[in-house]
T-cell receptor, first 112, second 114 residues
Framework: TQLLEQSPQFLSIQEGENLTVYCNSSSVFSSLQWYRQEPGEGPVLLVTVVTGGEVKKLKRLTFQFGDARKDSSLHITAAQPGDTGLYLCAGYSGAGSYQLTFGKGTKLSVIP | NAGVTQTPKFRVLKTGQSMTLLCAQDMNHEYMYWYRQDPGMGLRLIHYSVGEGTTAKGEVPDGYNVSRLKKQNFLLGLESAAPSQTSVYFC?????????????FGPGTRLTVT
């Protein structure tokens, strides 16, 4: 069974601070996705990384896929209250598995 | 283009009652999924479908049944609700492997079983 461990579970920071969220596994994934979920809504896809070592930027958010494709990180620069939410990573193992493996998420609160 | 919609948004059931949750997608996606989300447990897959007329069990299928009679709809049924099924239920759809099974989620159904 593949597992994705996210850390930290909870993060509360002041507006303007930087933060990094981690997603780790002992298994190799074909690709890894990051979602953000706001209270009372469904998760929304932010990015997919598919190549080991890949870095993708989405405004103030930087996503990195580990060289061995077992881990990923999300870095937010100058966090804003609008970044508040639950961040989920999800891995696709390949080989026609039809499913994603989800981490349990990191709950981020950005205080104005 | 509404994406993925779920009906109803909220529901309260008594133990032993039955209900059906409806998921509809207008993106012509082949694959559809039902998840439940509980505090500290993350998203857990209940059942999924790889095409019209097909269904398969996920991680936590007990107490639930599903049907995919039309490509755009995926129904989740609870035959005899139990308090342990109190949760938020999400439906998702995806285009498939070429797109790494990137999922489009509905807004969720909050179910309380008393």
């Amino acid at each position: 069974t593949q597992l994705l461990e996210q850390s930290p579970q909870f993060l509360s920071i002041q507006e303007g601070e930087n933060l990094t969220v981690y997603c780790n596994s002992s298994s190799v994934f074909s690709s890894l996705q990051w979602y953000r979920q706001e209270p009372g809504e469904g998760p929304v896809l932010l990015v997919t990384v598919v190549t080991g070592g890949e870095v993708k930027k989405l405004k103030r958010l930087t996503f990195q896929f580990g060289d061995a494709r077992k881990d990923s990180s999300l870095h937010i620069t100058a966090a804003q209250p609008g970044d508040t939410g639950l961040y989920l990573c999800a891995g696709y193992s390949g080989a026609g598995s039809y499913q994603l493996t989800f981490g349990k998420g990191t709950k981020l609160s950005v205080i104005p | 283009n509404a994406g993925v919609t779920q009906t109803p948004k909220f529901r309260v059931l008594k133990t032993g009652q039955s209900m059906t949750l409806l998921c509809a997608q207008d993106m012509n996606h082949e694959y559809m999924y039902w998840y439940r989300q509980d505090p500290g447990m993350g998203l857990r897959l209940i059942h999924y479908s790889v095409g019209e007329g097909t269904t398969a069990k996920g991680e936590v299928p007990d107490g639930y049944n599903v049907s995919r009679l039309k490509k755009q709809n995926f129904l989740l049924g609870l035959e005899s609700a139990a308090p342990s099924q109190t949760s938020v239920y999400f439906c998702a759809s995806t285009r498939g492997e070429v797109h790494s099974y990137e999922q489009y989620f509905g807004p969720g159904t909050r179910l309380t079983v008393t």
